[in-house]
């Protein structure tokens, strides 16, 4: 952690360009129950996400985890925006 590479890997910092972001939706999904990303880590980077484009979802445990990711659960979200989305002559 130089200050050199420091430097180098700033732009892709997420909580340098997550404030940033323009996104009209936005969904985050965090791990509760990861021990590699410190608590105090997990709780910037929700910070750092817009508030009125984003979907934050906290998963306590592994059951949580696994029962929101199996069979492409966790892809209905996006489907659902996808779907939203109005198309040109409707």
């Not at 890997?9 to 910092?13: G, L, S």
């Not at 709780?43 to 929700?46: D, F, G, P, Q, V």
């Given at each position: 952690m130089t200050p050199e590479f420091l430097k180098k890997?700033?732009?892709?910092?997420p909580l340098v360009w997550l404030p940033k972001l323009q996104?009209?939706?936005f969904r985050l999904d965090q791990?509760?129950?990861d021990t590699n990303t410190p608590t105090p880590v997990k709780?910037?980077?929700?910070a750092a996400i817009p508030a009125a484009a984003t979907t934050v979802m906290l998963y306590k445990n592994i059951e949580?985890?696994?029962t929101e990711f199996q069979d492409g659960k966790?892809?209905?979200w996006i489907q659902q925006q996808l779907e939203s989305?109005?198309?040109e002559g409707k």
């Open positions: 890997t700033a732009p892709i910092d996104a009209r939706k791990q509760l129950f709780e910037k980077l929700r949580e985890f696994k966790n892809l209905r989305i109005p198309t």
